[in-house]
C-alpha cells in the first residue's frame, strides 16, 4: 500500500475536506479523489462519506484511518531519527499499561531503565486488554504489561516474561460507612456496589473468593471503568468500593482522598506478565526494561 496515499487520507480526515487537504499535500483535488478511491478499492470498502459541507470517515474507515494515522507517524519518525542518527532500533519504546492503575508500577522500572539507556523516548498508554492485545499483534504497540492470564491465551504470538504478581487492596471516601473500620468481611463488601479496572482482572478466582462462585452475580452492581480517573470519581462521590494496586498504601496524595480498607480475608494477587512480538528480536532499552520489571 502506498505510503504517500495514507497520507493523503490522513490529510483529508484531518482536514475535513477534499480541497483543504488537496492544498496541504499539494496534489491536484482531482488527483487526491482518485487516490482515496484506489485505497477503498483496495480494501473494500469506503472510508469516507461525502457532505455538502465536506467529508466524514465511515464507520469502517475510522479504525482505518487511525491505524494509516499511526503508521504514518511511525514513517516521519524513522526519517527524523535517520537524519538525527539515532539508533533506530532503540530511539523509542511504546508501552501499553492494562489496567490502567498498572501505571505506577512502571515508575521505577521506567526510571531506572531511563538512566541506562537517557536516549529513549517511551510513549506510554492505557486501555482494555483486548484493545492493548489487538495493538500488540498490528505492532501499535511494542510492549505490552497485563494480566498474565489473557497474554497467556496469546502466547503462539508473543515472547511472555511473567512478572511478580499484583498485589491488590479496596479503597472507599473518606465518608463511606466502611471507611476506618478493621477487620472487614469479604461479605461486608458485597453489600456495596464494586468498580474493577479492566474485566481481565475478574479472574475466576478473584470472583470466586469475593462472591462465593466462579460467576459474577447478575444482582451484583459490578462496574467495569476503564480510566483510574474515573474509577476514583464514582469512588469519591458513590458508595462504590473501587480496586487499586497495593503501591498505592505509599501514595500520600491518594491516600488524602481515600481510605483503604481492612480485609480480614486475604485476596489472592492477580498474575501478571510482560510481552512483545516473536516476530521482532527486543532492543537493549525494552531488554532492559522487562529485567526492570521482573525484578
Not at 501499553?96 to 536516549?119: E, F, W, Y
Request: aromatic share 6%.
Amino acid at each position: 500500500m502506498n505510503p504517500n496515499k495514507l497520507r493523503h487520507i490522513v490529510a483529508v480526515d484531518r482536514c475535513g475536506s477534499l480541497t483543504a487537504a488537496a492544498k496541504q499535500v499539494h496534489i491536484t483535488q482531482s488527483a487526491l479523489t482518485k487516490n482515496i478511491a484506489d485505497i477503498e478499492d483496495e480494501i473494500g470498502f469506503a472510508l469516507f462519506e461525502r457532505y455538502a459541507r465536506g467529508v466524514h470517515a465511515t464507520a469502517q474507515g475510522r479504525a482505518f484511518i487511525d491505524r494509516a494515522a499511526r503508521i504514518v507517524a511511525d514513517l516521519d519518525q524513522l526519517a527524523t531519527d535517520a537524519k538525527m542518527g539515532r539508533q533506530l532500533t532503540s530511539s523509542r519504546i511504546r508501552v501499553g499499561v492494562c489496567p490502567p492503575s498498572l501505571v505506577s508500577l512502571l515508575n521505577t522500572a521506567l526510571t531506572q531503565m531511563l538512566m541506562t539507556h537517557p536516549d529513549v523516548r517511551i510513549e506510554q498508554t492505557t486501555g482494555w486488554i483486548e484493545q492493548s492485545i489487538h495493538h500488540l499483534v498490528n505492532r501499535d504497540i511494542d510492549l505490552l504489561v497485563g494480566p498474565a492470564p489473557a497474554i497467556m491465551m496469546h502466547k503462539s504470538q508473543f515472547t511472555i516474561h511473567l512478572l511478580p504478581p499484583l498485589e491488590i487492596c479496596f479503597f472507599v471516601r473518606k465518608a463511606h460507612p466502611l471507611s476506618g473500620r478493621s477487620n472487614i468481611s469479604i461479605g461486608e463488601l458485597n453489600q456495596f456496589p464494586m468498580a474493577l479496572a479492566d474485566r481481565s482482572v475478574a479472574t475466576a478466582e478473584l470472583i470466586n473468593q469475593l462472591f462465593g462462585a466462579p460467576v459474577i452475580p447478575p444482582d451484583k452492581q459490578l462496574h467495569i471503568i476503564g480510566h483510574f480517573s474515573a474509577a476514583c470519581k464514582i469512588v469519591a462521590n458513590t458508595d462504590t468500593i473501587g480496586t487499586v494496586a497495593a503501591s498505592y498504601r505509599e501514595n500520600d496524595s491518594f491516600l488524602e482522598e481515600f481510605s483503604l480498607l481492612s480485609i480480614v480475608e486475604e485476596v489472592d494477587p492477580i498474575p501478571l506478565a510482560a510481552a512483545y512480538s516473536s516476530k521482532f528480536l527486543p532492543s537493549e532499552p525494552m531488554k532492559t526494561l522487562v529485567s526492570m520489571l521482573e525484578s
